[in-house]
Nanobody, 119 residues
Framework: VQLQASGGGLVQAGGSLRLSCVVSGRTFSGWYMGWFRQAPGKEREFVARIWWSSGITDYADSVKGRFTISRDVTENTVYLQMDSLKPEDTAVYYC?????????????WGQGTQVTVSS
């Protein structure tokens, strides 16, 4: 099973980025696909998740209204559209597959993609 994340980069505050996570090796119907992030010196934290089968979504309060998670079941890809970015959104972003909201419920992880938001 492979989760390949991409789309990170450097953007000014207020800008947008879209992250992608291509899943290969199996399907995850009955699982959540999630995005987490880890800033330097901080623990990895939950950002958003989507139930693969139904598309129901859930967000951390810090990104609600600014980030949108979606999936394309035909392409086996999960997206994270990030708008109105803030410097505090700077982190390495990881996609993952799991069964809950917290990172210990996630069994499969991608390699991470760096997002840097300048002020």
């Amino acid at each position: 099973v492979q989760l390949q994340a991409s789309g990170g980069g450097l953007v000014q505050a207020g800008g947008s980025l879209r992250l992608s996570c291509v899943v290969s090796g199996r399907t995850f119907s009955g699982w959540y696909m999630g995005w987490f992030r880890q800033a330097p010196g901080k623990e990895r934290e939950f950002v958003a998740r989507i139930w693969w089968s139904s598309g129901i979504t859930d967000y951390a309060d810090s990104v609600k209204g600014r980030f949108t998670i979606s999936r394309d079941v035909t392409e086996n890809t999960v997206y994270l559209q990030m708008d109105s970015l803030k410097p505090e959104d700077t982190a390495v972003y990881y996609c993952a597959a799991g069964t809950g909201r917290f990172r210990d419920k996630y069994d499969y992880w991608g390699q991470g993609t760096q997002v840097t938001v300048s002020s």
